[in-house]
């Protein structure tokens, strides 16, 4: 099994970057783990109380378990992926379930902050876009798609997510194997690891 783990900030592309990934792969050679299933649960809390959660802070993520879950899949088991709304800020307490894949990709903001983590993936890739850029593209995404309107996000953004993303996300690009610039869509970039990802199945 072969374990990528992309990292970089909010927007940057990660989630754009791994689709165009597993386009180019056979359906049943590649599963996507998303460090986002992983917030932990927070049942326990008002909806109120959801909506203050600093959602940047490597605390506010359940490597535990998403390091357990990758152990299991390398051991050849499937595992019950929890589904995390953004809507709601908190799990579904549904599952998905996902069997090993030949590849697999473990995708999100703080991947490359945890060790054990990090230790598990044989490559590394940091997403980059500037800071500007990945705002406007998180305003607009978090507008159309997760249900939250211009003081929200721009208030998220100065509170915790721009002293989050350089305190704990901008320093992990240090670990990374390839970084890819995304200010543009690159297609020379991620056709160059999707090169590598075949020649490593090969
Ligand atoms: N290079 C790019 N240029 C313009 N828009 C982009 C680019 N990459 C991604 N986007 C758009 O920006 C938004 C955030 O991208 P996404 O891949 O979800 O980022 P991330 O997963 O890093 O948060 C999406 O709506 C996506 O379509
Ligand atoms: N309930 C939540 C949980 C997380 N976020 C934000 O999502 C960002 C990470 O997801 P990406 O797809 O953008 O990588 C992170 O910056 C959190 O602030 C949220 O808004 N609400």
Redesign the pocket.
């Known amino acids: 099994m072969l374990i990528i783990g992309i990292a970089g900030g ?2 940057g592309g ?2 754009t970057v791994v689709n165009t990934i597993v386009d180019e792969l056979k359906h049943d050679e590649v599963a996507v783990i998303s460090q ?1 299933s992983y ?1 932990r649960d927070t049942s326990e809390l008002s909806y109120e109380e ?1 909506t203050q ?1 600093n ?2 802070h490597p605390q506010s993520i359940d490597f535990d378990l998403l390091v357990n879950h990758l152990k299991a899949l390398k051991k050849g088991e499937a595992i019950d992926q929890p589904i ?1 709304s ?1 809507k709601e ?1 908190n799990r579904t307490g549904e599952t998905i379930l996902t069997h090993p894949k030949k590849v697999m990709i473990v995708e ?2 703080l991947i490359l902050t945890n060790p054990k983590l990090r230790k598990m993936c044989d490559i590394k890739i940091y997403v980059h876009a500037d800071s500007d850029e990945r705002l406007i593209r ?1 305003l607009k995404r ?1 507008m159309n798609e ?1 249900g ?1 309107d211009l003081d929200e996000v721009l208030n ?1 953004y100065q509170t ?2 721009k002293p989050m993303h350089q305190q704990f996300i901008e320093p992990t690009k240090e670990f990374a194997d390839i970084i890819i610039p995304y200010n543009r869509y690159n297609t020379v970039a991620v056709d160059i690891v999707q090169t590598i990802i075949k020649e490593k199945l090969a």
């Open positions: 909010t927007g990660k989630t986002d917030y959801r959660i959602f940047d995390y953004f800020h999100g903001i998180r978090d997760r939250r998220r915790t997510l």
